[in-house]
């Protein structure tokens, strides 16, 4: 089939490239020139695991394109995806306009029965007051809501095997078009879920809220585990073998970030305000991580013994996770923010992150290396898993460090080997263990 993919995105990009991969001819279009040059060279503009080598793949194959403008190719489609970002707006609320501006777009150019689905993560009724615009342009068909569940750092097994499959239409004939789409997938077992569009965009929400509510359960049940004594890695790993609640989502760490899980539980509360409902456990949800930046850095500074004038703090991954460069909404920033407020020197290091820190720190101090970023520094703070810091030198970090103070936000090293090397150590809700 002939698909189209309207924003080069997380979510358009890696759609598009592994569409491609399952046989489907792409044209992915985007409103930025840089991207799509970059794109045309087979250069990924982002950083995802084994990406570029789809996208090298599929374009010697010449089952996929790019161009940087709605151009006349999109009348030969059978089906545009839009995957446009949905931002939050001051209040909360998803900015829609780039879905709008999209779907005029691209209703100049597409045939009546080219099938329109949104794949960005949009509040429920978008997707009928889309179907509303396009049929004002002789539009046939009805909008089909697809929304995504790709994480980033593991999008490409996600797109290759996936729990589920969700459409959204009433529509017969977009139904049949979505299936012969996701055939190769559907083939393998995955299960497509059919429902209607309002429930198609709810479960999105759903899905991004309830994950959400996972960890900041799990982070604050780990601030109770410190106050009792109790080990949250034991606690978490015992609680998820129940298969009812299950293991996933309950790692304890800084709080959620990145740009899905924040932006997603506030639109969410936006339309249950909006539509006079209560949400209760969504508005605690809410307030639990927007504080958790700041028991991060009340954390840091009891450490050490509650003073961070004029002390160097070494922080170790500033990306909201691990396999990212993404750093939206990262917990490293409100961290980072709040210990130079009391007066901490902040030195960074992230191996893949540092050429977008201008943008969301202004001026940062960064090193190459961890090894670096501790030099001289009175604390070391791991606040991304990154997996090379799990296998930090500690007996170079204690020679090269002044002080000897551990905070380890995602309990990734070993506390033992920490303490033996003559180190005090810190975690989210790790039993202590001392010297
Ligand atoms: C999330 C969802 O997991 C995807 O299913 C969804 O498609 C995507 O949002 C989206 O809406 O586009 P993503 O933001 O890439 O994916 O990242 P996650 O792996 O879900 O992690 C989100 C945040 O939760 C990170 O800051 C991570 O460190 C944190 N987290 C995750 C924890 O603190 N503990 C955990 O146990 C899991």
């Given at each position: 089939?002939?698909?189209?993919?309207?924003?080069?995105?997380?979510?358009?990009?890696?759609?598009?490239?592994?569409?491609?991969?399952?046989?489907?001819?792409?044209?992915?279009?985007?409103?930025?020139?840089?991207?799509?040059?970059?794109?045309?060279?087979?250069?990924?503009?982002?950083?995802?695991?084994?990406?570029?080598?789809?996208?090298?793949?599929?374009?010697?194959?010449?089952?996929?394109?790019?161009?940087?403008?709605?151009?006349?190719?999109?009348?030969?489609?059978?089906?545009?995806?839009?995957?446009?970002?949905?931002?939050?707006?001051?209040?909360?609320?998803?900015?829609?306009?780039?879905?709008?501006?999209?779907?005029?777009?691209?209703?100049?150019?597409?045939?009546?029965?080219?099938?329109?689905?949104?794949?960005?993560?949009?509040?429920?009724?978008?997707?009928?007051?889309?179907?509303?615009?396009?049929?004002?342009?002789?539009?046939?068909?009805?909008?089909?809501?697809?929304?995504?569940f790709?994480?980033?750092?593991?999008?490409?097994?996600?797109?290759?095997?996936p729990d589920r499959i969700v459409v959204?239409?009433?529509?017969?004939?977009?139904?049949?078009?979505?299936?012969?789409?996701?055939?190769?997938?559907?083939?393998?077992?995955i299960k497509l879920v059919?429902?209607?569009?309002?429930?198609?965009?709810?479960i999105?929400?759903?899905s991004?809220?309830?994950?959400?509510?996972?960890?900041?359960?799990?982070?604050?049940?780990?601030?109770?585990?410190?106050?009792?004594?109790?080990?949250?890695?034991?606690?978490?790993?015992?609680?998820?073998?129940?298969?009812?609640?299950?293991?996933?989502?309950?790692?304890?760490?800084?709080?959620?970030?990145?740009?899905?899980?924040?932006?997603?539980?506030?639109?969410?509360?936006?339309?249950?305000?909006?539509?006079?409902?209560?949400?209760?456990?969504?508005?605690?949800?809410?307030?639990?991580?927007?504080?958790?930046?700041?028991?991060?850095?009340?954390?840091?500074?009891?450490?050490?013994?509650?003073?961070?004038?004029?002390?160097?703090?070494?922080?170790?991954?500033?990306?909201?996770?691990?396999?990212?460069?993404?750093?939206?909404?990262?917990?490293?920033?409100?961290?980072?923010?709040?210990?130079?407020?009391?007066?901490?020197?902040?030195?960074?290091?992230?191996?893949?992150?540092?050429?977008?820190?201008?943008?969301?720190?202004?001026?940062?101090?960064?090193?190459?290396?961890?090894?670096?970023?501790?030099?001289?520094?009175?604390?070391?703070?791991?606040?991304?898993?990154?997996?090379?810091?799990?296998?930090?030198?500690?007996?170079?970090?204690?020679?090269?460090?002044?002080?000897?103070?551990?905070?380890?936000?995602?309990?990734?090293?070993?506390?033992?080997?920490?303490?033996?090397?003559?180190?005090?150590?810190?975690?989210?809700?790790?039993?202590?263990?001392?010297?």
């Open positions: 089939m002939k698909l189209a993919f309207i924003g080069t995105g997380y979510v358009g990009l890696v759609s598009g490239v592994m569409m491609s991969h399952l046989g489907h001819h792409v044209i992915c279009i985007d409103v930025d020139k840089s991207k799509i040059n970059l794109l045309k060279e087979q250069k990924s503009p982002i950083f995802e695991p084994n990406l570029e080598s789809y996208l090298l793949n599929c374009s010697n194959q010449g089952r996929i394109e790019f161009s940087h403008g709605y151009d006349n190719k999109l009348s030969e489609v059978d089906c545009v995806f839009i995957t446009v970002g949905t931002p939050s707006m001051e209040d909360g609320g998803a900015d829609l306009s780039y879905i709008y501006e999209a779907a005029d777009k691209v209703a100049q150019h597409i045939r009546p029965e080219c099938v329109v689905v949104i794949k960005s993560t949009v509040p429920p009724g978008t997707c009928q007051s889309v179907q509303n615009l396009l049929i004002k342009n002789g539009f046939k068909n009805s909008v089909v809501s697809n929304p995504e790709l994480r980033e750092g593991s999008a490409i097994s996600d797109f290759l095997n959204g239409t009433s529509d017969q004939h977009s139904a049949l078009i979505m299936e012969q789409i996701y055939l190769p997938l559907i083939n393998q077992g059919f429902t209607d569009l309002i429930t198609s965009e709810l999105k929400y759903a991004n809220s309830f994950l959400a509510a996972k960890i900041a359960f799990i982070n604050e049940m780990a601030d109770l585990c410190e106050i009792v004594g109790a080990d949250v890695e034991v606690l978490s790993e015992a609680v998820g073998l129940d298969k009812r609640i299950g293991a996933s989502f309950l790692k304890a760490g800084p709080g959620f970030g990145g740009s899905c899980f924040p932006k997603d539980i506030l639109a969410l509360q936006k339309l249950t305000m909006a539509s006079k409902g209560q949400f209760l456990l969504l508005d605690a949800l809410i307030t639990a991580n927007q504080t958790r930046a700041d028991k991060m850095v009340q954390k840091i500074k009891a450490a050490l013994s509650n003073n961070l004038k004029n002390k160097t703090i070494a922080i170790l991954g500033l990306t909201y996770k691990a396999g990212t460069d993404d750093l939206r909404s990262s917990p490293s920033i409100p961290i980072i923010e709040g210990l130079k407020k009391e007066g901490a020197n902040i030195i960074a290091y992230d191996p893949k992150a540092l050429k977008n820190v201008s943008k969301y720190f202004g001026s940062l101090d960064c090193r190459n290396s961890s090894i670096d970023a501790i030099s001289d520094a009175d604390a070391l703070v791991i606040i991304t898993e990154w997996p090379e810091f799990k296998d930090l030198d500690l007996a170079t970090a204690k020679k090269v460090m002044k002080g000897n103070v551990i905070v380890d936000l995602r309990n990734i090293l070993n506390p033992e080997r920490v303490i033996s090397n003559g180190f005090e150590y810190h975690s989210i809700g790790r039993r202590k263990l001392t010297s």
